[in-house]
């Protein structure tokens, strides 16, 4: 006996609720959607929640854990059947990770060599700046004034 007052089903009331909930908080809208969808899988009792949950994470646990069928060592897949395929298309994926290494090596030689270009570059315009900075300050303290030896009225002292 299902007592919700509101089915999880395609109803008006129900997809008046969706449209009404994207629209005040889209995350409420979000939620009703999820509880039209996946309602009666979920609702009714807490048994058959704990079962859907249950169920999900059995999924989970065959499928995506270290022995699973969804691995994460790379190309890695179960045998085809053909001996002679099966050590081709081992040969040509040992290959292709070799060469991806060195592609990866090479692109961690490129952006070495493009930080020691940057660096030289940096250090080339601090040194420009400095030789200018001191160039517009060569009279400084020496008692010469920077009106090249004229006084205040201009004529040469």
Request: hydrophobic share 30%; charged share 25%.
């Given at each position: 006996?299902?007592?919700?007052i509101?089915k999880p089903?395609?109803g008006p ?14 995350p ?8 039209i969808?996946?309602?009666e899988?979920?609702g ?7 079962g859907?949950v249950?169920?999900?994470r059995?999924f989970a646990r065959?499928?995506?854990?270290p ?16 001996a002679a395929?099966d050590?081709?298309?081992e ?8 060469e991806?290494k060195?592609?990866d ?6 952006h070495?060599?493009?930080a020691?270009l940057?660096k030289?570059r940096d250090r ?8 200018d900075?001191n160039g517009s300050?060569q009279?400084y303290?020496s008692?010469?004034?920077y009106?090249n030896?004229?006084n ?6």
């Amino acid at each position: 006996m299902n007592t919700a007052i509101i089915k999880p089903q395609w109803g008006p009331l129900t997809i008046a609720l969706m449209v009404l909930g994207f629209v005040v908080w889209p995350p409420l809208g979000f939620i009703v959607l999820g509880y039209i969808v996946w309602g009666e899988y979920l609702g009714g009792s807490a048994e058959k929640a704990s079962g859907f949950v249950n169920r999900g994470r059995q999924f989970a646990r065959d499928n995506c854990g270290p022995r699973g069928a969804w691995r994460h060592n790379g190309f890695r897949t179960s045998s085809s059947g053909n001996a002679a395929f099966d050590d081709y298309r081992e040969e040509q994926l040992r290959r292709l990770e070799e060469e991806r290494k060195r592609l990866d090596e090479e692109i961690g030689a490129f952006h070495e060599h493009m930080a020691n270009l940057r660096k030289a570059r940096d250090r080339e315009e601090f040194d420009r700046f400095m030789r200018d900075r001191n160039g517009s300050r060569q009279g400084y303290g020496s008692g010469q004034s920077y009106d090249n030896g004229q006084n205040n009225n201009g004529n040469n002292v």
